[in-house]
């Protein structure tokens, strides 16, 4: 599960502003900062889809303001002196060097840019819930391209869909879309995004939507002020499956059958009818959590490549061994990314855990020289809703 779609759609990251001017229907980016690939390859993407269903080609000027929540990034001490004036902190740092928490920022980011702009442009905003399928579409073609076509989609459809069981399109749906600007990109994205290509339809499966947490349980995350770069990750973890095929996927489908298992157990427990009074048994959720780390142990081993790490066995082993937290993974890719927790829904365990994190020093050597920074309980909860609309008044200053 996972909804950590926050990215807010107004007008640039402040402490690296990027600006764009739209004209024959290809963005132009004014900016002497570095380039950010995700935000040019929604333009396109998003522009080239709207330039082709819309009635009136003329844009006309735009201007488009981008504020993440602050838990996308780990504090700097602007950011922290600066909260006190809003949800969207000044980090005193250019973007490229923010530390990401690892909640999945750049989907997030792809699917609210694309979305804000399909709907501003071509979709009535009370249509939003008849026009998901298209921008979880849209949204996938820009971030799988933006990334190098690398990553599950996951967080893309998390961001649009909430919460929900997902199984990854055929990479083969995307193969076909091109180049921004090849000959006949406009009609092959269009294609894309509507599903209108008979040869290559669809097939992700996104399901259970909505999918909430049992009965006196709650998620929290935890940042480790290190963050990773999944695209990298995610190629070498493919390129040791393609080589070692057997042995791979022996360890891929009991680490499936397994999160399966964890599935199906917290939707038992969800759907359990018991007297509120009395709380629900963890245990088979704990163990189903620690096997899965097992398995991702196995896989870092494996492959060579940090899914959980040493210095993130030890912050895991740690903090499940306080009283209250059920159990907790290296969620995504892995790496050094954010903790995500299942704890019993009491301030009591938050108090725990804050007290453990406050003095958190690594005692481990870890094996791929990844150190851990500041440990921070983030605020971001799970949620169900995935993309929605705004109102503005919470944006006042920014507009």
């Given at each position: 599960?996972?909804?950590?779609?926050?990215?807010?759609?107004?007008?640039?990251?402040q402490?690296?502003?990027?600006?764009?001017?739209?004209?024959?229907?290809?963005?132009?980016?004014?900016?002497?900062?570095?380039?950010?690939?995700?935000?040019?390859?929604?333009?396109?993407?998003?522009?080239?889809?709207?330039?082709?269903?819309?009635?009136?080609?003329?844009?006309?000027?735009?201007?488009?303001?981008?504020?993440?929540?602050?838990?996308?990034?780990?504090?700097?001490?602007?950011?922290?002196?600066?909260?006190?004036?809003?949800?969207?902190a000044?980090?005193g740092?250019?973007?490229?060097?923010?530390?990401?928490?690892?909640?999945?920022?750049?989907?997030?980011?792809?699917?609210?840019?694309?979305?804000?702009?399909?709907?501003h442009?071509?979709?009535?905003?009370?249509?939003?819930?008849?026009?998901?399928?298209?921008?979880?579409?849209?949204?996938?073609?820009?971030?799988?391209?933006?990334?190098?076509?690398?990553?599950?989609?996951?967080d893309?459809?998390?961001?649009?869909?909430?919460?929900?069981?997902?199984?990854?399109?055929?990479?083969?749906?995307?193969?076909k879309?091109?180049?921004?600007?090849?000959?006949?990109?406009?009609?092959?994205?269009?294609?894309?995004?509507?599903?209108?290509?008979?040869?290559?339809?669809?097939?992700?499966?996104?399901?259970?939507?909505?999918?909430?947490?049992?009965?006196?349980?709650?998620?929290?995350l935890?940042?480790?002020?290190?963050?990773?770069?999944?695209?990298?990750?995610?190629?070498?973890?493919?390129?040791?499956?393609?080589?070692?095929?057997?042995?791979a996927?022996?360890?891929?489908?009991?680490?499936?059958?397994?999160?399966?298992?964890?599935?199906?157990?917290?939707?038992?427990?969800?759907?359990?009818?018991?007297?509120?009074?009395?709380?629900?048994?963890?245990?088979?959720?704990?163990?189903?959590?620690?096997?899965?780390?097992?398995?991702?142990?196995?896989?870092?081993?494996?492959?060579?490549?940090?899914?959980?790490?040493?210095v993130?066995?030890?912050?895991?082993?740690?903090?499940?061994?306080?009283?209250?937290?059920?159990?907790?993974?290296?969620?995504?890719?892995?790496?050094?990314d954010?903790?995500?927790?299942?704890?019993?829904?009491?301030?009591?365990?938050?108090?725990?855990?804050?007290?453990?994190?406050?003095?958190?020093?690594?005692?481990?050597?870890?094996?791929?020289?990844?150190?851990?920074?500041?440990?921070?309980?983030?605020?971001?909860?799970?949620?169900?809703?995935?993309?929605?609309?705004?109102?503005?008044?919470?944006?006042?200053?920014?507009?």
């Amino acid at each position: 599960m996972n909804d950590v779609c926050s990215v807010h759609l107004l007008c640039c990251y402040q402490p690296d502003a990027l600006s764009y001017v739209y004209g024959n229907n290809r963005p132009e980016l004014i900016s002497d900062r570095r380039r950010n690939p995700f935000v040019e390859t929604s333009l396109n993407y998003a522009l080239t889809y709207i330039g082709y269903v819309a009635d009136s080609k003329d844009f006309g000027s735009l201007s488009i303001t981008i504020l993440a929540d602050n838990d996308y990034y780990s504090e700097t001490a602007s950011s922290k002196d600066s909260k006190s004036r809003g949800r969207f902190a000044n980090f005193g740092v250019p973007l490229h060097e923010a530390h990401k928490t690892g909640l999945g920022s750049s989907a997030a980011l792809v699917t609210a840019l694309v979305s804000a702009l399909v709907i501003h442009r071509t979709l009535h905003p009370d249509d939003l819930g008849a026009g998901r399928e298209k921008l979880h579409n849209l949204a996938q073609a820009a971030h799988c391209a933006a990334q190098g076509k690398i990553g599950s989609g996951f967080d893309v459809a998390a961001a649009v869909y909430g919460s929900c069981l997902y199984r990854r399109f055929s990479p083969a749906i995307l193969e076909k879309v091109g180049d921004v600007g090849s000959p006949g990109f406009e009609e092959r994205l269009f294609n894309t995004v509507e599903d209108l290509d008979t040869e290559r339809r669809w097939d992700t499966e996104c399901v259970d939507f909505g999918m909430r947490l049992p009965r006196g349980m709650q998620m929290v995350l935890c940042d480790v002020d290190c963050g990773s770069q999944t695209p990298g990750m995610v190629k070498k973890v493919l390129e040791w499956r393609s080589q070692n095929r057997k042995e791979a996927d022996t360890l891929w489908d009991t680490l499936q059958a397994n999160n399966e298992k964890l599935r199906q157990e917290l939707k038992r427990l969800a759907q359990e009818d018991s007297d509120p009074a009395s709380p629900l048994d963890y245990t088979a959720v704990r163990t189903y959590l620690q096997t899965s780390r097992s398995h991702l142990r196995a896989m870092s081993r494996q492959s060579g490549v940090p899914i959980e790490p040493s210095v993130q066995t030890e912050l895991l082993d740690a903090a499940s061994e306080i009283e209250g937290v059920i159990g907790g993974v290296v969620p995504g890719a892995g790496g050094y990314d954010a903790i995500v927790l299942l704890i019993r829904d009491d301030p009591a365990v938050v108090d725990r855990l804050n007290a453990l994190f406050e003095n958190w020093k690594s005692s481990v050597e870890d094996d791929f020289g990844g150190k851990i920074g500041k440990v921070r309980l983030l605020g971001v909860r799970h949620g169900s809703e995935g993309v929605r609309n705004e109102t503005l008044e919470q944006y006042a200053g920014w507009i």
